[in-house]
């Protein structure tokens, strides 16, 4: 049997929700390109997903951005050696683009067809840039559809500790930015607005949900946020048109802090129980500037100290490099799918 030399070339696509993208992934490390299609400015005057407008953007956009990720890349059909797609979890209407274009490609190309959970692969974002990463971690999520921790003993040994009951943090940020009339999207309108507020100039609640669970609630926040600006009977109007941009920014900071506190104290209780060495972070709150600092300064002030790793911006939202990062470790495992692969709207 000839043993392969050269590196282990593997095509990504994603396209669970918003982004359709492509990516090619040389040993699960070197990026060798990575194309997103965003559809932010079809979604924003909505002020959040349309999944109906999504499948047709994805449909529209799938084989060109496909295209050019290889172009970029500068391989053909006969370099790439398995085909990877995130088929769960995600909005139905949408993964099924993705799946379809990677089954065909699979079965035209006759190459190895991997499945990747989305949550998964978000994970893997935050491995990435490590050049060592000491086991266990603990991985925190946190993105517009899923809060969740998990326990890492290596890439593809995931155990899910606790997850969103209801809105999941990117979810809360979205909504309340929508109350406080910011730009979609809104977690880096509500980001923005929070750099000139004051952090406890409202006390926002925080839901813990017990002194031992590792679940995840922001939908109190939300409610609060509303009654906060429209009175706790809801039959007034808005008062967010007649109050100023420091009041404003006041909210946003006070909302932004609480549920960073949440997310802090229940990444350090997740750790803490599994005597984690590494926190990882990733998703697309993961971006937030504050969020970083806050689980930074938990992981210097544990004893020991733990190491900190966060997926790198660009790879903080739904991206494809992901997928063919993640898809490396279970094609040396011979973790392959079949022609039957369907998408799923949930996974953990």
């Not at 006041?250 to 549920?259: K, L, N």
């Amino acid at each position: 049997m000839e043993t392969q030399t050269r590196p282990v070339n593997i095509l990504g696509i994603e396209s669970s929700c918003d982004e359709t993208a492509a990516a090619v992934v040389a040993d699960g490390r070197t990026v060798k390109s990575s194309v997103i299609a965003s559809q932010a400015e079809l979604h924003k005057k909505y002020g959040g997903v349309v999944p109906e407008i999504a499948s047709r953007a994805h449909i529209e956009k799938i084989y060109p951005v496909i295209a050019e990720a290889m172009a970029r890349a500068g391989v053909v059909a006969a370099d790439i050696d398995a085909v990877a797609v995130a088929n769960q979890p995600g909005l139905t209407i949408a993964l099924i683009v993705g799946v379809t274009a990677a089954k065909a490609l699979s079965f035209v190309w006759e190459k190895p067809l991997i499945a990747i959970n989305h949550l998964h692969a978000h994970l893997q974002s935050a491995m990435l840039a490590a050049e060592t990463l000491e086991l266990p971690a603990v991985a925190l999520i946190v993105s517009g559809g899923h809060t969740c921790l998990y326990d890492c003993e290596s890439p593809l040994e995931l155990k899910l500790l606790g997850s969103t009951i209801d809105d999941a943090a990117g979810e809360a940020f979205d909504k309340v930015a929508t109350i406080l009339k910011l730009p979609y999207p809104g977690g880096p309108s509500i980001e923005k607005a929070a750099k000139y507020g004051a952090p406890k100039a409202v006390d926002f609640p925080r839901s813990m949900l017990g002194a031992s669970s590792l679940d995840f609630s922001f939908s109190g926040i939300k409610t609060a946020v509303l009654y906060y600006c429209r009175g706790q009977d809801m039959k007034g109007p808005s008062n967010v048109d007649s109050m100023s941009k420091q009041e404003i920014a006041d909210i946003a900071a006070s909302f932004q802090a609480a549920v960073i506190d949440v997310l802090v104290k229940k990444t350090q209780r997740a750790a803490k129980e599994t005597d984690a060495r590494t926190v990882l972070l990733g998703g697309g709150v993961a971006a937030n500037n504050e969020l970083r600092c806050a689980l930074q300064q938990m992981c210097d002030s544990s004893k020991p100290p733990r190491k900190l790793l966060c997926a790198p911006k660009q790879y903080c939202t739904d991206n494809a490099v992901m997928v063919a990062s993640l898809a490396y470790h279970k094609f040396k495992a011979g973790l392959f799918a079949d022609l039957t692969l369907e998408p799923k709207s949930r996974g953990q």
